[in-house]
């Protein structure tokens, strides 16, 4: 009898042991995101404002030809003949994309700088290699995205995906062609029905300049994005919402818009942020002259520090000029009481870390391996979009603003950083230990704080009812810094009131754009 | 109470494990193929030390001056109870600390995962000259506070609840036996307080998915009322799992393979009936995701005889009662 029961009871855990084992699967939040349903097709922002264009009819594009002409007509047997098989996969593929090519582009972008934000492995003799555009497939893997190089790229994708979707709109309103499904009644409507001119598709645009921009930023990755940009456009078909000849005009646009971006990127000084062995040994001995302490490294092998140049990139928002008169006074002198105070406070935080602290420090520690903090802020806009409606055009607006001010909040702080060349908590007391990895970079002034400000002031001007929540996501950012153990108080102070200057730099442009007329 | 001796042997395999470690295997306390008798608790604390230098990022197995020696101390109390002489009840709760000699990463100490195993003696019989028996357990583990889990590799434990379920065979002839087992591991999925992570592709959640895990030990030696001393084999896999990319960071949801062989001892003191004293090293001679970990353990265990009259106190193990 007892026996029995013994046998029971194990039978019964192994088969529970089965049966759970088949309930783990795990999904992303935004995977069953709804299908763009703008409140406003935002018919005239073919007027907004551009960032690089000159003029939104900068590139020509064709009229089209008219819907009762046998090309068209072609065009719609081709979305018949997709919509007669289409598998399981198309239907994923079309829901997936019908979320909004800005946001899916978002995500794939995050996916890519954290794929490519890990710093390279030492050589034997302890020097480090430096990543190699020329030879992008070659250890280490170009480009290393670190948080500079992540905000400059989501930047560049985002402001190219904006201005090639206002020459988009403004075809789409020259042109007015009508959706197939609106010309023929027996294509069916896979998503929203929409008023929106479909010539050019705004998803081949976004395929386009995207898979465009692709070849500057991460040029290993050409041939994924490319797939990717055929499953968008395929899509967009597939779902009744585009004729081949959208796409075809679509796509050739969003790349000849991409080109103007590439060729700004090509010469934004970025490519020489890496410095070299002379310019990284001039920062110590500069810093020595002020009798200051200078910043050393805390890895082993000491690495170079990260993009030291970074601050003399060309911003988007102001100029050159701008980014001095945006710098920061100097941190207390690394002799003074002040930063004795500084560190000691440093340490009194990450002596016995709480379980809260070492979460939030987590939440935010964007380091390696991950998208970034500038990637987290796309993260945190991108949820909070969703739900609003945008339009397309209005979506890519709102993320070329975030994303501008996060680079050239990077900017102003690398600028800063490499002007003051400040130790880390660690450097001036080795008994710091620290809840993530000290980032190899000066101390003076905080990265998150400083990408966190910009990124809460120009979020919370546009969607002003969640400006208390963005204001407390920055603090909250900011001060994990300071208990992680990576940061004193005052850098992440500073960044932070650093990094709304600049947000604000983002909202003069976003009141006169066009868009909030 | 040999029992312990072979849960302490399992200790080794939690302890390597832990540095880039699963917490689970500490949920694996009992591989040996020894009862405990009916009404007899058997319990003490118990002390393991692991430390690791080389460590295996995917494939490629490396040092890191930013961490220098990766070590942990296991701080356990551990018991084994008789239900009856076929089935008995084991459990474990350890306490964990963890540190890096080099670099600036802070260390982590906290309780880990309680775990209980259930452990039944369907099959006894005599076989050729010796004694053949089966075994069947089923255990579980589940965390005992939210400690960190994606602060690899200086986490004390993974967060993952574990359901496990092991068959083992074992064939004593005089004094020499041979033992081996296999153990399917279910984990849970666990929650890091990330809002996306990065595996093989991004994933826009804070839901890790967690693979399951298989172990296979292999363990013989010379077993006698007063001495036990073994040779153990031990193989874990993580039935799926990604690789910490080259110089990227472990995230609980690694592949983390390994294969260690150790020694176990075991012996009872005259002087004190009920006292016996356990120790055991080992050494991880391949592995994947994990820290190549050698260790030792120890501890000291004493029978408490819950039955009205106790005719033989000593006599803890039942299969060793029936071979003599």
Same mark, same amino acid.
């Given at each position: 009898?007892?026996?029995?029961?013994?046998?029971?009871?194990?039978?019964?855990?192994?088969?529970?042991?089965?049966?759970?084992?088949?309930?783990?699967?795990?999904?992303?939040?935004?995977?069953?995101?709804?299908?763009?349903?703008? @409140?406003? !097709?935002?018919?005239?922002?073919?007027?907004?404002?551009?960032?690089?264009?000159?003029?939104?009819?900068?590139?020509?594009?064709?009229?089209?030809?008219?819907?009762?002409?046998?090309?068209?007509?072609?065009?719609?047997?081709? &979305?018949?003949?997709?919509?007669?098989?289409?598998?399981?996969?198309?239907?994923?593929?079309?829901?997936?994309?019908?979320?909004?090519?800005?946001?899916? %582009?978002?995500?794939?972008?995050?996916?890519?700088?954290?794929?490519?934000?890990?710093?390279?492995?030492?050589?034997?003799?302890?020097?480090?290699?430096?990543?190699?555009?020329?030879?992008?497939?070659?250890?280490?893997?170009?480009?290393?995205?670190?948080?500079?190089?992540?905000?400059?790229?989501?930047?560049?994708? @985002?402001?190219?995906?904006?201005?090639?979707?206002?020459?988009?709109?403004?075809?789409?309103?020259?042109?007015?062609?009508?959706?197939?499904?609106?010309?023929?009644?027996?294509? !069916?409507?896979?998503?929203?029905?929409?008023?929106?001119?479909?010539?050019?598709?705004?998803?081949?645009?976004?395929?386009?300049?995207?898979?465009?921009?692709?070849?500057?930023?991460?040029?290993?990755?050409?041939?994924?994005?490319?797939?990717?940009?055929?499953?968008?456009?395929?899509?967009?078909?597939?779902?009744?919402?585009?004729?081949?000849?959208?796409?075809?005009?679509?796509?050739?646009?969003?790349?000849?818009?991409?080109?103007?971006?590439?060729?700004?990127?090509?010469?934004?000084?970025?490519?020489? $942020?890496?410095?070299?062995?002379?310019? %990284?040994?001039?920062?110590?001995?500069?810093?020595?002259?002020?009798?200051?302490?200078? %910043?050393?490294?805390?890895?082993?092998?000491?690495?170079?520090?990260?993009?030291?140049?970074?601050?003399?990139?060309? *911003?988007?928002?102001?100029?050159?000029?701008?980014?001095?008169?945006?710098?920061?006074?100097? *941190? *207390?002198?690394?002799?003074?009481?002040?930063?004795?105070?500084?560190?000691?406070?440093?340490?009194?935080?990450?002596?016995?870390?709480?379980?809260?602290?070492?979460?939030?420090?987590?939440?935010?520690?964007?380091?390696?391996?991950?998208?970034? *903090?500038?990637?987290?802020?796309?993260?945190? $806009?991108?949820?909070?979009?969703?739900?609003?409606?945008?339009?397309?055009?209005?979506?890519?607006?709102?993320? $070329?603003?975030?994303?501008?001010?996060?680079?050239?909040?990077?900017?102003?702080?690398?600028?800063?950083?490499?002007?003051?060349?400040?130790?880390?908590?660690?450097?001036?007391?080795?008994?710091?230990?620290?809840?993530?990895?000290?980032?190899?970079?000066?101390?003076?002034?905080?990265?998150?704080?400083?990408?966190?400000?910009?990124?809460?002031?120009?979020?919370?001007?546009?969607?002003?009812?969640?400006?208390?929540?963005?204001?407390?996501?920055?603090?909250?950012?900011?001060?994990?810094?300071?208990?992680?153990?990576?940061?004193?108080?005052?850098?992440?102070?500073?960044?932070?009131?650093?990094?709304?200057?600049?947000?604000?730099?983002? &909202?003069?442009?976003?009141? @006169?754009?066009?868009?909030? !007329? | 109470?040999?029992?312990?001796?072979?849960?302490?042997?399992?200790?080794?395999?939690?302890?390597?494990?832990?540095?880039?470690?699963?917490?689970?295997?500490?949920?694996?306390?009992?591989?040996?193929?020894?009862?405990?008798?009916?009404?007899?608790?058997?319990?003490?604390?118990?002390?393991?030390?692991?430390?690791?230098?080389?460590?295996?990022?995917?494939?490629?197995?490396?040092?890191?001056?930013?961490?220098?020696?990766?070590?942990?101390?296991?701080?356990?109390?551990?018991?084994?109870?008789?239900?009856? /002489?076929?089935?008995?009840?084991?459990?474990?709760?350890?306490?964990?600390?963890?540190?890096?000699?080099?670099?600036?990463?802070?260390?982590?100490?906290?309780?880990?995962?309680?775990?209980?195993?259930?452990?039944?003696?369907?099959?006894?019989?005599?076989?050729?000259?010796?004694?053949?028996?089966?075994?069947?357990?089923?255990?579980?583990?589940?965390?005992?506070?939210?400690?960190?889990?994606?602060?690899?590799?200086?986490?004390?434990?993974?967060?993952?609840?574990?359901?496990?379920?092991?068959?083992?065979?074992?064939?004593?002839?005089?004094?020499?036996?041979?033992?081996?087992?296999? /153990?399917?591991?279910?984990?849970?999925?666990?929650?890091?307080?990330?809002?996306?992570?990065?595996?093989?592709?991004?994933?826009?959640?804070?839901?890790?998915?967690?693979?399951?895990?298989?172990?296979?030990?292999?363990?013989?030696?010379?077993?006698?009322?007063?001495?036990?001393?073994?040779?153990?084999?031990?193989?874990?896999? /993580?039935?799926?799992?990604?690789?910490?990319?080259?110089?990227?960071?472990?995230?609980?949801?690694?592949?983390?393979?390994?294969?260690?062989?150790?020694?176990?001892?075991?012996?009872?003191?005259?002087?004190?009936?009920?006292?016996?004293?356990?120790?055991?090293?080992?050494?991880?001679?391949?592995?994947?995701?994990?820290?190549?970990?050698?260790?030792?353990?120890?501890?000291?265990?004493?029978?408490?005889?819950?039955?009205?009259?106790?005719?033989?106190?000593?006599?803890?193990?039942?299969?060793?009662?029936?071979?003599?």
């Amino acid at each position: 009898m007892n026996r029995k029961i013994i046998s029971f009871a194990v039978s019964g855990l192994v088969l529970i042991v089965i049966g759970l084992s088949c309930k783990k699967s795990i999904s992303d939040r935004t995977a069953s995101a709804p299908a763009l349903n703008p @409140s406003n !097709q935002d018919l005239g922002a073919g007027n907004w404002r551009t960032v690089l264009l000159s003029r939104p009819d900068t590139f020509a594009v064709a009229a089209p030809a008219a819907t009762n002409t046998p090309g068209y007509l072609a065009d719609l047997n081709e &979305i018949k003949g997709y919509q007669k098989n289409l598998s399981s996969g198309d239907q994923e593929r079309i829901q997936y994309w019908n979320a909004g090519g800005v946001l899916r %582009w978002n995500e794939i972008m995050r996916g890519l700088v954290a794929k490519y934000n890990l710093p390279p492995y030492q050589n034997p003799d302890g020097t480090y290699p430096i990543p190699s555009s020329a030879n992008p497939f070659a250890y280490p893997l170009f480009p290393f995205a670190n948080p500079p190089y992540a905000a400059r790229a989501y930047a560049y994708v @985002s402001a190219a995906q904006y201005d090639a979707l206002v020459a988009c709109w403004h075809y789409k309103q020259l042109y007015n062609r009508p959706r197939p499904y609106a010309v023929d009644s027996t294509i !069916q409507v896979k998503g929203v029905k929409t008023t929106l001119p479909s010539y050019p598709s705004e998803a081949a645009v976004l395929a386009g300049v995207t898979a465009e921009m692709m070849k500057l930023l991460f040029p290993d990755e050409i041939a994924n994005i490319q797939q990717l940009a055929q499953q968008q456009e395929l899509a967009a078909i597939e779902s009744g919402a585009a004729a081949r000849s959208d796409i075809s005009a679509g796509e050739a646009l969003g790349r000849q818009v991409a080109q103007q971006f590439i060729a700004r990127g090509r010469t934004d000084r970025a490519g020489a $942020a890496v410095g070299n062995p002379a310019i %990284w040994a001039g920062f110590v001995t500069q810093t020595q002259a002020t009798g200051q302490i200078p %910043w050393s490294s805390l890895e082993l092998p000491a690495r170079p520090p990260m993009l030291p140049l970074f601050g003399k990139v060309l *911003p988007f928002l102001f100029d050159t000029n701008t980014v001095v008169t945006l710098r920061p006074g100097p *941190p *207390p002198s690394t002799s003074s009481d002040e930063m004795k105070s500084q560190t000691q406070q440093v340490y009194n935080y990450v002596k016995n870390p709480s379980r809260d602290n070492m979460g939030v420090v987590q939440y935010w520690a964007d380091g390696v391996g991950t998208y970034t *903090p500038s990637g987290h802020w796309d993260d945190i $806009a991108a949820e909070d979009f969703i739900p609003r409606n945008f339009s397309e055009v209005r979506w890519a607006r709102n993320m $070329a603003l975030l994303n501008m001010a996060l680079m050239d909040a990077g900017i102003v702080c690398w600028n800063t950083k490499y002007f003051y060349f400040n130790p880390r908590p660690t450097q001036m007391n080795p008994a710091i230990k620290t809840l993530t990895g000290i980032p190899n970079f000066p101390s003076y002034i905080s990265g998150h704080s400083t990408f966190s400000g910009a990124a809460a002031t120009i979020l919370g001007h546009l969607i002003p009812e969640r400006a208390g929540v963005y204001n407390t996501l920055a603090q909250q950012a900011s001060m994990s810094r300071v208990i992680g153990g990576i940061h004193y108080p005052i850098d992440c102070s500073t960044g932070l009131v650093v990094g709304q200057n600049v947000g604000n730099y983002a &909202i003069q442009r976003a009141t @006169s754009d066009g868009a909030e !007329q | 109470m040999r029992k312990l001796t072979i849960i302490l042997r399992n200790i080794p395999l939690l302890m390597a494990l832990c540095l880039i470690s699963p917490a689970i295997i500490r949920a694996q306390t009992d591989m040996d193929a020894i009862m405990m008798t009916k009404n007899n608790l058997c319990v003490g604390p118990m002390f393991g030390h692991s430390s690791w230098k080389n460590y295996w990022e995917g494939t490629f197995k490396r040092n890191n001056q930013n961490l220098g020696t990766v070590s942990t101390n296991m701080y356990g109390l551990m018991g084994v109870y008789g239900v009856t /002489t076929k089935l008995n009840v084991l459990f474990n709760l350890p306490y964990v600390t963890t540190n890096a000699s080099q670099g600036t990463l802070h260390g982590q100490k906290g309780l880990q995962d309680f775990s209980l195993w259930i452990k039944w003696m369907p099959l006894e019989k005599q076989l050729g000259n010796g004694l053949f028996s089966i075994y069947t357990l089923g255990g579980f583990s589940v965390p005992m506070t939210n400690y960190i889990a994606d602060y690899l590799p200086l986490s004390i434990g993974l967060q993952s609840k574990t359901l496990s379920g092991r068959l083992m065979v074992d064939y004593q002839l005089g004094n020499l036996f041979a033992t081996a087992s296999g /153990t399917y591991t279910y984990r849970s999925n666990i929650t890091v307080d990330e809002t996306s992570y990065y595996t093989s592709g991004e994933h826009i959640t804070s839901d890790v998915n967690m693979p399951d895990m298989a172990m296979l030990n292999i363990r013989a030696g010379y077993r006698s009322e007063r001495l036990i001393a073994e040779a153990v084999f031990t193989k874990m896999n /993580t039935l799926g799992g990604t690789d910490i990319r080259k110089n990227g960071m472990p995230f609980p949801s690694n592949k983390m393979n390994s294969s260690m062989l150790g020694v176990n001892g075991k012996y009872n003191i005259k002087a004190v009936a009920g006292l016996s004293l356990t120790g055991g090293a080992y050494y991880t001679l391949a592995g994947r995701n994990v820290g190549q970990a050698t260790g030792y353990d120890l501890a000291v265990f004493y029978i408490l005889d819950f039955t009205r009259k106790a005719k033989n106190p000593t006599g803890h193990s039942s299969k060793q009662s029936s071979k003599k």
